[in-house]
């Protein structure tokens, strides 16, 4: 958590976290779980540096979003907004998932709540 951001129209205690995967094919948790809290993601922004597929994973099995990657340069953003794109199971982690071992970067605003 690199602090708490307030954004126009954004509720506040919003966080923003990098997210990194070392070219690596799997999961990797971007948002650890905390027992009672849910996470609420506001903004997302990501690139890649192949063709894969990513998925933005509420714990390890509930697939959120899916994107599509066709080759290097590719990337999404969806745009800081106050209401959330995908709110979380309460207990569990946000994970990203990368079907191919290629570098996936980005960054994340996400808040942390109880229920």
Known sequence: MIGNLTF???PTGIARQRVTN???AGDTTVVAAVAG???RVYGLRLSVAGACVV???DGAGIVLEQ???AGAGGGVRLKL???PF???TQGNALIVNSSAAVQVDGEL???NTGA
């Open 86 to 88: 995908y709110i979380g």
């Open 67 to 69: 994107f599509n990657f």
């Open 109 to 111: 605003e996400f808040s």
């Open 8 to 10: 126009e129209g954004s």
């Open 22 to 24: 070392a070219a690596a």
């Open 55 to 57: 998925q933005i994973k």
């Open 37 to 39: 809290r849910s996470v």
């Open 81 to 83: 907004r106050g209401t």
